[in-house]
C-alpha cells in the first residue's frame, strides 16, 4: 500500500498517518522528519535546504523531492509507505507521480481529512510541542502530565510562532491556495476518499482505517 494523508495544517496527518503506518507494518515518510535527518546528517541535500530556511525562505520543491526519492528506495519502504506533508503542491504531486511510474508504481489511496477553520485555530491556537523529540500536545485536549515537560524524553514544550491565532488563519490560506488543489487532482485519478477529521484521536484512526478496504487491503 502506497497512501497519502492530505489535510490543512492542525488536521492530525502526523498522528493518524504513523498510526496508519504502524497497523499496516508500513513505513511513515514525514517531509518534516527528512528535513532534520538530512541536515543532521550534513547531506548535500540538507546543506541546501538549511541555506533557505535561514533566509525564510522555503525549501524548492527539488530539493524536497530528491529526499523524498532517496526515501522511497529504502528497504523499508518496499512494502508500502504512507506519506506525511508531501506533496503539498500540484508541482510536487506530479514529480512524485514521475518517480513512481519509473518503478511501475502508483499512489494506492489518498486520504483527505476534514477540519473547519474554527476547529483548525482552536487546536493550533493551544498546540505544544516538544523541542526535543517534536511530540505534539494541546493545553487543553492533550496536555503533558507535567507543565511544560514532554512526557516522552523530558524535554522543554514551547508553542511555534506560526501556531498563534493570525499565523493559523495565514497558513490556512497558504494551504487553500497550494494544497488543497491536491484534492481535486487525486479526486479525478480515483483514488481519494474523504474522513472527518473532527473527532477524538482514536474516532479519527477508526474512519481512516475504515477507508483501507476501499484500495483493496
Avoid at 141 to 170: I, N
Avoid at 188 to 203: H, P
Amino acid at each position: 500500500m502506497r497512501i497519502i494523508i492530505l489535510g490543512p495544517p492542525g488536521a492530525g496527518k502526523g498522528t493518524q498517518a504513523k498510526v496508519v503506518a504502524d497497523s499496516l507494518g508500513i513505513a511513515h515518510i514525514a517531509s518534516g522528519d527528512l528535513l532534520r535527518d538530512h541536515q543532521e546528517r550534513g547531506t548535500k541535500l540538507g546543506s541546501m535546504a538549511r541555506s533557505y530556511m535561514q533566509q525564510g525562505l522555503l525549501v524548492p520543491d527539488d530539493v524536497i523531492i530528491g529526499m523524498i526519492e532517496e526515501r522511497l528506495h529504502s528497504s523499508d519502504a518496499q512494502r508500502g509507505y504512507v506519506l506525511d506533508g508531501f506533496p503539498r503542491t500540484l508541482e510536487q504531486a506530479r514529480a512524485l507521480d514521475k518517480t513512481m511510474e519509473k518503478e511501475g508504481q502508483r499512489i494506492d489511496l489518498a486520504v483527505n481529512i476534514r477540519v473547519s477553520e474554527k476547529e483548525l485555530i482552536r487546536r493550533l491556537g493551544g498546540r505544544l510541542v516538544c523541542r526535543r523529540c517534536q511530540r505534539p500536545y494541546h493545553e487543553v485536549s492533550s496536555p503533558p502530565r507535567k507543565r511544560g515537560v514532554c512526557d516522552e524524553c523530558g524535554g522543554e514544550l514551547y508553542q511555534r510562532e506560526d501556531d498563534t491565532s493570525e499565523a493559523v488563519r495565514r497558513r490556512i490560506q497558504v494551504y487553500a491556495k497550494q494544497t488543497a488543489p491536491l484534492i481535486q487532482y487525486y479526486y479525478e485519478r480515483g483514488g481519494l476518499v474523504e474522513i472527518d477529521g473532527e473527532g477524538s484521536i482514536d474516532e479519527v484512526r477508526d474512519s481512516l482505517l475504515k477507508t483501507m478496504p476501499k484500495a483493496g487491503v
